[in-house]
């Protein structure tokens, strides 16, 4: 049974982020439903030499510290990712930070990579060591660090091993100076750093996407493009919040600073997620996030080059429910569609 409805009406009144914890709590003690069926055959697909059940997954900044990724994935998520994790704990920005603007199915938020450090979320992945499931770690440098690029260094060899992939995150608009880090000689100088962090006494390294910001002009993602193909990035993640506004109703938290989360992101990031399937000519995995509410919306993430895609504010809208209703209509549209496996509709919508 879905107990969402009933409680959204209370929840909604809750300050953002104390709502949020209290999520985290109720899903650490098992109270949050579990998928009872399988997922159809259709919707599997291996990617970076791991199997997904499914393409649905749970974006970077829901589950900071790692504290709940199995439930996450028992809730039916194909794979979960954690973080975003800094080598130091740091606070974040100032409380309030988290803003909900319901009218448009959206929240601003400018945490400022709040968590508990490597040293906490790695001993949390070594007790869950031996668990199935995929379970990506983000990584991310401290706001006040000297050498941004050691931070995500240090980040690569402290979970090699316990990540099943790892995400480079350059794109959060909420750490002053990060977005620069995509500018083209920067990005190939950290990539190329990044990738020499890898153990080397792996059958397979260790996957390393990057996750790139909406709001990049035609030339900087197709720099994006050329760096994550000549340094052998394994994919890329599209996209993180954006720092725009248009659209949104003057007032009700819209004027507030912060990365833009939910339905209003979803055109901008569906369109960078179409140019960069174009510019990488198909050869680099994609994750589609942004603004996903409907089996429709991942579905249309799907054609414009999406291997998988991610979820995160519209669960806080919708609810756990979402999670499946998602995968059943996918599957309806790929046999539809005609496509038997989800990877025959992958960049349908695209000519390279």
Do not use: C
Not at 70 to 93: C, I, K, S, W, Y
Not at 274 to 279: F, G, I, N, V
């Amino acid at each position: 049974m879905d107990l969402f409805p009933l409680a959204r009406p209370f929840t909604s009144l809750i300050e953002p982020e104390t709502a949020h914890r209290l999520t985290i709590r109720a899903l650490r003690l098992g109270l949050a439903p579990r998928q009872r069926e399988p997922d159809p055959a259709s919707l599997a697909i291996d990617l970076f030499g791991l199997h997904f059940e499914n393409p649905v997954g749970i974006a970077a900044g829901f589950d900071k510290n790692g504290e709940v990724p199995d439930a996450m994935l028992a809730l039916g998520m194909g794979f979960a990712e954690v973080g975003t994790v800094t080598p130091r704990p740091q606070p974040g920005n100032p409380r309030p930070r988290v803003f909900r603007l319901p009218l448009h199915r959206a929240v601003i938020n400018r945490l400022g990579f709040n968590n508990e450090g490597h040293e906490a979320l790695k001993k949390r992945l070594l007790a869950r060591r031996g668990r199935p499931g995929i379970v990506g770690v983000n990584i991310g440098a401290n706001k006040d660090s000297a050498d941004r690029v050691a931070d995500y260094e240090a980040g690569i060899r402290a979970f090699d091993g316990l990540a099943s992939y790892f995400t480079v995150n350059i794109s959060s608009p909420n750490t002053p100076g990060l977005r620069a880090l995509q500018g083209k000689a920067e990005l190939a100088g950290l990539v190329a750093r990044v990738l020499a962090a890898r153990r080397t006494d792996r059958v397979r390294p260790t996957p390393v996407l990057l996750k790139i910001a909406p709001d990049l002009v035609a030339e900087e993602l197709a720099d994006i493009a050329d760096v994550a193909l000549a340094e052998g990035l394994d994919g890329l993640i599209v996209s993180n919040t954006t720092i725009a506004r248009e659209g949104l109703v003057t007032g009700l938290n819209a004027n507030e600073t912060g990365g833009l989360s939910g339905a209003p992101l979803f055109e901008m990031s569906t369109s960078v997620l179409r140019d960069m399937y174009r510019l990488t000519k198909g050869r680099l995995p994609i994750i589609g996030v942004g603004g996903i509410g409907s089996g429709e919306d991942a579905y249309a993430k799907i054609r414009a080059g999406a291997s998988l895609v991610q979820l995160y504010s519209a669960l806080a809208y919708e609810g756990p429910a979402l999670v499946t209703r998602i995968k059943r209509d996918i599957a309806a549209r790929l046999a539809a569609d005609g496509f038997a496996h989800l990877k025959d509709a992958v960049g349908a919508d695209v000519t390279l």
